[in-house]
DNA sequence: TCTCGCCGTTTTGTATGCAATTCGAGGAGA
DNA sequence: TCTCCTCGAATTGCATACAAAACGGCGAGA
C-alpha cells in the first residue's frame, strides 16, 4: 500500500505542475520571471514533455502567461486585473460565508482556529504569513464541499499572491489576523450578514490598504525618481 | 492583415481544443464519451501531443475528466455538482449584472438585442438554442471587462450544459428567452436589485425546473421500472 | 554614432517511438 | 456454469528527434 512516489496527484506531470506552483506562490519565481522548458526539465529530472502540461495547466489557472513562441513566463497581472480579482474574489467568498454560517462543525472550528493560531505566530516572518493567511481563505472554503467554488477561491487567492508580490506595499500585513478571528466568531454565532459584511470589509481592505496606494502614477514616479538620480536629473 | 488560419488563438493546439469543446458543447460527444488521443489526433490531423494538450486544458476547464492511464472521457458532472454550480453562478452573475446595471452603451444593447431576437429566433431548434441562451450569459459576462470574472462564467456556463445534458428534462426550455428580455431591460433601467433579483431567479428557475425534477430518487425508479418491465418484475 | 539586416544560437512547436499499463477474450480448473 | 488466470491488443506515459521561430551579436552602410 506504500506509496513509491513522494507524493499525491498521478503522474510526474502533476508533481512538476506542484513544484513549479509552489516556487511562484512562494515568489521563488517572481512575476515576469521566464520559465523555460529545458532548464526546468533538466533541473527537476523530466523531459520537456511533461513541463510542457504543467506549465500549460498553470496557463489555465493565469499563474503562468504563455506567449507563443516566445516561451512561459510567471504571470504579470495589470494593476487593474488586480482590482477585478478582488472583487470576484469577494463576490465568491461571500458564497462562501453564506453556505458555512451557523453550519460549521466542531471539528471545523477547531481546525480554522489552530490555523488562526499559526498565523498569529508567523506573523513576523513575511512569506510564511502570506501563505497562511491565504490559506485561511481557501480553508473556509474547502468547508464549503462546493467544487467549482473551492477551485475558482483556490485560483484567485493563489492569484492574488502575484498582486500583493506586484503592487502591494512592502510592509502592508495583508490579512489582518485578528479579521479571520472576527469573521470565524461571526461564522460560529451564524451571523450570516455580519459575517458577509466582515469578509467584504476584509477583502476591500486589502485591496485599498495594499494595493491602492496610489494607481501606478506614483509607481511610476517612484521607478522614474530611482532613475533621475542616477543620471543626476533631480 | 487576413489570417492564413480558420481562426484565432496561436497554434493547432487551441485549434484542437476548439474543436473539442465546441463537440461537447454541442454535444456531439456526450457526457462519458471516450476520447482516445489517438483516433482525435487521426481524425483531426495532428500527433497526440497536440490532443493531449487540448484535452489537459479541458480538463482545467472541467470539460473532461482525465483518468490516469486509463484516457479522457467527456465529464459525468454528479447532480450534487451541478446544484452547486448553479450556486456558484448566482454568485458570479449577481456580480456580472452589479457591474452592467446602467452602465451598458448603446452599442452593447445593440448586441444584446439581437442575440436576444436569435435566440428567438432559433426557439425551436433544441441544440442552437441551448447554446445561444449560454452565449447571452457569456456575452454579458465579456461586458464587464473582468477577465477572471469573464473566465469563470464562461467556465460555469459552458458546464451547465454538461449538466442539463445529463438531468435536464427533455423539453425544458433551458432559459426563456422572455426573461433574458426582461433582465436586459432592468439592466438598462439601472435597475441593480431588480436586475439581481431576476438573474437569481432565472438560474434558481433552470435548477428548479430542469434540474430538480426529482432529485435522483425518481431518476433511479425510473430506470429500475424499465427493467423491471423487461424482465416481468411488475 | 546610429540603424538595419544577416546569421548563429537558443528555445519552442510538433511528430514519433518505445515502455508500461489497462482492458478483454478466451481457456483451464473447480 | 462460474471463477480465475493468462496473454494479446489497444491505449496511455514519457522521452527524444527534428523543424521552425525568435533572440542577440556583429558588421555594413548611412
Same mark, same amino acid.
Given at each position: 500500500?506504500?506509496?513509491?512516489?513522494?507524493?499525491?496527484?498521478?503522474?510526474?506531470?502533476?508533481?512538476?505542475?506542484?513544484?513549479?506552483?509552489?516556487?511562484?506562490?512562494?515568489?521563488?519565481?517572481?512575476?515576469?520571471?521566464?520559465?523555460?522548458?529545458?532548464?526546468?526539465?533538466?533541473?527537476? $529530472?523530466?523531459?520537456?514533455? =511533461?513541463? @510542457?502540461? !504543467? /506549465?500549460? #495547466? &498553470?496557463?489555465? +489557472?493565469? *499563474?503562468?502567461?504563455?506567449?507563443?513562441?516566445?516561451?512561459?513566463?510567471?504571470?504579470?497581472?495589470?494593476?487593474?486585473? $488586480?482590482?477585478?480579482?478582488? =472583487?470576484? @474574489?469577494? !463576490? /465568491?467568498? #461571500? &458564497?462562501?460565508? +453564506?453556505? *458555512?454560517?451557523?453550519?460549521?462543525?466542531?471539528?471545523?472550528?477547531?481546525?480554522?482556529?489552530?490555523?488562526?493560531?499559526?498565523?498569529?505566530?508567523?506573523?513576523?516572518? @513575511?512569506?510564511?504569513?502570506? #501563505? &497562511?493567511?491565504? +490559506?485561511?481563505?481557501?480553508?473556509?472554503?474547502?468547508?464549503?464541499?462546493?467544487?467549482?467554488?473551492?477551485?475558482?477561491?483556490?485560483?484567485?487567492?493563489?492569484?492574488?499572491?502575484?498582486?500583493?508580490?506586484?503592487?502591494?506595499?512592502?510592509?502592508?500585513?495583508?490579512?489582518?489576523?485578528?479579521?479571520?478571528?472576527?469573521?470565524?466568531?461571526?461564522?460560529?454565532?451564524?451571523?450570516?450578514?455580519?459575517?458577509?459584511?466582515?469578509?467584504?470589509?476584509?477583502?476591500?481592505?486589502?485591496?485599498?490598504?495594499?494595493?491602492?496606494?496610489?494607481?501606478?502614477?506614483?509607481?511610476?514616479?517612484?521607478?522614474?525618481?530611482?532613475?533621475?538620480?542616477?543620471?543626476?536629473?533631480?
Amino acid at each position: 500500500m506504500a506509496k513509491k512516489e513522494s507524493e499525491g496527484g498521478g503522474g510526474r506531470a502533476q508533481a512538476v505542475h506542484r513544484v513549479l506552483k509552489r516556487a511562484i506562490l512562494d515568489q521563488a519565481l517572481s512575476p515576469g520571471s521566464k520559465l523555460p522548458e529545458d532548464s526546468i526539465g533538466e533541473r527537476l $529530472g523530466v523531459s520537456r514533455t =511533461l513541463v @510542457r502540461e !504543467a /506549465l500549460v #495547466r &498553470l496557463s489555465e +489557472e493565469g *499563474l503562468v502567461e504563455l506567449r507563443p513562441n516566445r516561451g512561459a513566463v510567471v504571470a504579470r497581472p495589470t494593476l487593474e486585473e $488586480g482590482r477585478n480579482l478582488f =472583487l470576484t @474574489r469577494m !463576490a /465568491l467568498e #461571500r &458564497l462562501v460565508v +453564506e453556505t *458555512l454560517s451557523g453550519k460549521l462543525t466542531s471539528e471545523q472550528i477547531g481546525i480554522l482556529s489552530s490555523h488562526i493560531a499559526a498565523e498569529e505566530a508567523a506573523k513576523k516572518e @513575511r512569506a510564511p504569513s502570506i #501563505r &497562511l493567511a491565504g +490559506e485561511f481563505h481557501t480553508l473556509l472554503a474547502q468547508m464549503t464541499n462546493n467544487a467549482s467554488l473551492i477551485r475558482y477561491v483556490n485560483e484567485l487567492v493563489a492569484r492574488s499572491s502575484l498582486i500583493l508580490a506586484l503592487y502591494g506595499r512592502p510592509h502592508s500585513s495583508e490579512c489582518a489576523v485578528s479579521e479571520h478571528q472576527e469573521l470565524l466568531d461571526k461564522l460560529i454565532a451564524g451571523k450570516t450578514d455580519e459575517a458577509a459584511a466582515l469578509m467584504a470589509h476584509h477583502l476591500d481592505s486589502v485591496t485599498t490598504r495594499a494595493l491602492l496606494p496610489t494607481d501606478g502614477d506614483r509607481n511610476i514616479k517612484e521607478v522614474l525618481s530611482a532613475y533621475a538620480v542616477a543620471e543626476g536629473l533631480a
